[in-house]
């Protein structure tokens, strides 16, 4: 049986990616350590034995010959756990400022292309006895079907780890240049017209080829163009570095909701509105010149499904918000942003956020992951800044017995965007997650901490 062949969408991850543009998506979870500490060989065991339930992360990527097909998944026969588990430490007692500058220095490097596309760093040394789980994952690796984010496979719902049958994995033979490409062949006489548009595409250019896969995905996740109108300009739409800068937020959940009853609206709703008075004040610590009329757009990854599908049954679908930054009265804010919304998912069957906590037990990383790969391909002309918000279980979690105290979603930058906001709910917390351009956002700390003050005047107007 020939090796499996990524999807026309996973292969034009890795043909778009580019230094400037690293393909991956990550997240950050603080975790309060066990009376007897964490135990690094222990996590490894851990994430060894769950690699039987998503196999794809033993694999790697081969490229065919000639770029006569698109790549295959073939087994790592030198597969070491240990390579992509690692071990790291702050100086003690490390900081908020010391950990998410290792944040972002470890997202600003890409993944080696010549292993499977995935990493977990376990980060020691944090004030009050805690330590962080630092992960990142190739978006040409989660589907969502088959394949899930490396942070849903970790974490368990009791301090005692679920068990998991022990298996002894045998990799299977990688097939040599020759069997790839009598694959290739053959696969070309099956198929003729998919094979021939490819083998042009490489011809031409093997990014220029990805870019055409690329406009797949926008169809694939039914993205929204407001009137076709092109988003206006903004600081956040920059050339970008190799360097990221990542900053923090939280926030309570109950008050999140306490606002939402009280405006009528949806939590979502209220995160949007946060980020939008955010941005307004952000942009008036630069000097920006900020108008009644002064908008930034936002693409707004939201889970649907169809008219009978059940929750899991559903797709990423992309929609355009403009985020009224202009509007003085928060009130006000939330009143465009809730009606914005509700225009765009009246006839999408939007999830609730219930059922999308329910997804596949922790699912907020494999659905950012998924929100990211909606994104890229789009064009950096339509929107400023991606935001995704992906509700996750209101109960504790755990990794190797230590409970997660705090989760923060590390989004990607596409091509041009200079900012994106990751947001996710976790066990009573809202948890905000800021990847920045370094040079374009010296200052997004300050964006990260106008957060409270964004919130607190949703509750006061």
């Not at 790697?60 to 097909?69: D, F």
Request: with cysteine.
């Amino acid at each position: 049986m020939p090796p499996p062949r990524l999807s026309a969408v996973d292969a034009s991850f890795l043909y778009l990616e580019q230094p400037r543009t690293p393909m991956h998506v990550g997240a950050v979870g603080i975790f309060c350590a066990p009376a007897a500490g964490i135990d690094y060989e222990r996590l490894v065991e851990i994430v060894e034995r769950r690699l039987v339930a998503v196999p794809r992360y033993r694999q790697k990527v081969r490229r065919v010959p000639g770029e006569l097909a698109r790549p295959v998944w073939v087994d790592d026969a030198d597969f070491d756990v240990a390579f992509h588990v690692r071990r790291s430490a702050l100086p003690r007692p490390g900081t908020s400022a010391q950990l998410t500058e290792l944040v972002a220095r470890l997202m600003s490097r890409p993944l080696d292309p010549d292993r499977p596309l995935w990493e977990v760093y376990l980060v020691e040394g944090l004030a009050d006895g805690r330590f962080a789980v630092i992960t990142k994952t190739h978006q040409a690796m989660v589907d969502g079907i088959t394949t899930i984010d490396i942070g849903q496979v970790l974490l368990d719902q009791t301090p005692e780890p679920r068990e998991v049958p022990d298996e002894l994995w045998m990799p299977r033979p990688e097939p040599s240049d020759v069997r790839l490409v009598v694959d290739a062949v053959a696969e070309a006489v099956a198929r003729p017209g998919q094979v021939v548009d490819a083998v042009w595409a490489t011809a031409n250019d093997a990014v220029a080829g990805a870019a055409r896969l690329a406009r797949g995905v926008g169809a694939l996740v039914g993205t929204i163009v407001t009137g076709g109108r092109l988003a206006p300009g903004s600081p956040l739409n920059v050339d970008l570095s190799t360097q990221r800068r990542f900053a923090v937020a939280r926030g309570d959940l109950a008050a999140y909701r306490e606002v939402r009853t009280a405006h009528g609206c949806t939590v979502n709703d209220v995160v949007l509105t946060v980020v939008t008075g955010a941005l307004r004040a952000w942009l008036l610590s630069r000097g920006e010149p900020v108008t009644a009329a002064s908008r930034v757009r936002a693409m707004v990854p939201l889970w649907v499904q169809g008219a009978d599908a059940p929750a899991s049954g559903g797709q990423v679908t992309s929609t355009l918000v403009d985020l009224p930054v202009g509007e003085q009265s928060p009130a006000l804010r939330l009143q465009h942003v809730a009606h914005a919304m509700r225009e765009h998912t009246a006839g999408n069957r939007s999830v609730r956020a219930a059922a999308l906590a329910r997804i596949g037990g922790y699912a907020p990383p494999t659905l950012h992951a998924l929100g990211a790969r909606a994104v890229n391909g789009i064009s950096k002309r339509i929107f400023n800044l991606v935001v995704t918000n992906v509700p996750g279980p209101q109960v504790p979690l755990y990794a190797a017995g230590a409970r997660m105290l705090e989760t923060y979603p590390v989004m990607p930058l596409a091509d041009g965007q200079g900012l994106a906001v990751g947001v996710t709910s976790y066990d009573g917390g809202v948890f905000y997650g800021f990847n920045a351009d370094r040079d374009a956002l010296p200052d997004v700390d300050v964006l990260a901490a106008t957060v409270d003050e964004a919130f607190d005047e949703l509750r006061v107007d």
